[in-house]
């Protein structure tokens, strides 16, 4: 969104006598905070939300990637014939497998798809270990054993490779600072470039309304013609974006959620099953996988269901649903492995406003929500994103600092502040720091560079003529 060069008239050298600068009124101070924000911030977090954006630009259309890549993994070759029983399934893994044990199986309602079945394999060690498996993909038509993976969190090896490359550029906890400083400091950028572009100074002309929605070249000068594209797209862009910037934040490590569940603040975490262990009935037989699966088909779950088979004494099964999209499948239960009863349940109707407003936030953010649809809208963002970014860029260079003495920099703000705004500022400030921490950090290092430019280009102007 656009910046105005009307802030800064003068660049003649500082007077001898220094008068004191006059506080700025409450609608003036604000917007020239706003200025001060989008622009400096603007410029330095750029860098880091290009790389989000490119590396987003791929993740959302994943699933059509790991589809084309693992389609004979994931499809049968024909679909002839009844489908044969889970547990003959899972049989014909373990026997190509004899050294693992079952974890769980994955049933999808498409005809065409394969069954997943998960196992244990005995060294797999690392960090992450848990979360992987060996996953083989069985016809259930002819219990034939079309491939097999290894996988995490029942992701395909190219989801989670392209899941990580967004997230942390595969650098770890470190990549991921990079990734939630993007995410924090986005909607700052976009609501100081809303204000900037909104809220115009009472010197100019009165600004018609087909200017502020329109995107026009006309203007002259070539400062004035990129802010004639970049104000307006960034007003069209500015509700997409601030959602995609809070659902990136919901997912991330510091913001959403503080990395657990006990130290949840906003309750942004989905509720989970911890199934209690049952005791075992006397001369009680099993009633295996078969009958398990028919009782969560039976209880309402429908989609991809995730059936995880009993660990240890006293172990039950659960069965979850887990299909993305709408309308929403969320339920789990548990299943006593002797009675066949439902010990436990958990619903959609269990997630807090917070849990669900997550959730489904989640599923946008990485384009599930409503399918193909959304895939092009979060698409169409991304790229109006890093259009507004090579305008903010080109805007920035016309007016270089390096030809002018920083003179392309906004005038100081937190000086121009209003006594009473300043105390609201702080305040709101501390909430934000606290609520997403990265911010917070940053904030205060912006704060201190912030100062520091502002005494370098004082004492630049204060220089004597030779």
């Known amino acids: 969104m656009a910046t105005s060069g009307t802030d800064q008239q003068s660049r003649d050298p500082a007077p001898q006598v220094k008068a004191k600068r006059p506080a700025a ?18 410029i330095v977090v750029a860098p880091f939300l290009v790389a989000q954006c490119l590396t987003g630009l791929v993740y959302v259309f994943s699933p059509q990637i790991h589809d084309s890549l693992y389609a004979s993994q994931l499809y049968v070759d024909s679909q002839n014939g009844e489908r044969r029983p889970v547990s003959e399934q899972v049989s014909a893994a373990l026997t190509a497998h004899p050294e693992a044990t079952a974890r769980s199986v994955i049933t999808r309602p498409e005809p065409d798809r394969t069954t997943r079945v998960l196992l244990s394999v005995p060294g797999a060690e690392g960090i992450g270990a848990a979360a992987k498996a060996r996953t083989v993909f069985v016809d259930p038509y002819t219990n034939y054993l079309n491939g097999e993976l290894t996988t995490a969190d029942n992701r395909m090896p190219a989801n989670t490779w392209l899941r990580d490359l967004h997230s942390n550029l595969h650098l770890g906890a470190p990549g991921r600072l990079y990734a939630e400083l993007a995410a924090s400091w986005l909607p ?15 010197r100019r002309k009165r600004v018609r309304t087909r200017e502020l929605l329109v995107p026009s070249a006309r203007a002259k000068g070539g400062w004035s013609r990129l802010r004639g594209v970049h104000g ?11 959602l995609v910037g809070i659902t990136g934040l919901a997912m991330s490590q510091y913001a959403g959620g503080r990395a657990n569940q006990e130290v949840d603040p906003l309750h942004l975490r989905a509720p989970a099953l911890v199934a ?13 996988l078969d009958r398990a699966l028919a009782v ?5 779950l429908t989609g991809e269901l995730i059936l995880t088979l009993p660990q240890g004494p006293g172990g039950v099964f659960t069965a979850a649903e887990r299909s993305a999209g709408l309308p929403v499948q969320r339920d789990s239960i548990a299943i006593h492995p002797y009675t066949a009863q439902v010990t436990e349940r958990i619903g959609w109707g269990d997630y807090s406003l917070a849990a669900a407003l997550s959730t489904l936030g989640t599923e946008f953010h990485t384009g599930t929500l409503f399918g193909l649809a959304n895939q092009i809208l979060v698409t169409a963002l991304v790229l109006g994103l890093l259009v507004l970014i090579v305008l903010g860029y080109r805007m920035w260079w016309v007016r270089s600092p390096y030809r002018a003495r920083w003179a392309s920099l906004p005038p100081p703000a937190w000086r ?14 501390a909430a934000l720091g606290w609520l997403l921490p990265v911010l917070g950090v940053s904030l205060v290092g912006f704060i201190l560079v912030d100062g520091l430019l502002t005494t370098i280009n004082r004492r630049r102007r204060q220089k004597p003529l030779t």
Request: charged share 15%; aromatic share 4%; hydrophobic share 55%.
């Open 276 to 288: 209690a262990p049952v005791e075992i009935p006397p001369n009680a037989a099993p009633i295996g």
């Open 296 to 300: 969560a088909e039976a209880e309402g």
């Open 188 to 202: 700052l950028i976009i609501v100081g470039g809303l204000v900037l572009w909104l809220a115009q100074p009472r």
């Open 232 to 242: 307006p797209l960034g007003l069209w862009l500015a509700l997409g974006l601030l």
């Open 25 to 42: 009124g409450r609608g003036s101070a604000v917007r020239v905070l706003a200025r001060r924000l989008h622009f400096l911030a603007g």
């Open 416 to 429: 121009q502040l209003p006594r009473r705004t300043l105390l609201l500022t702080l305040p709101a400030a």
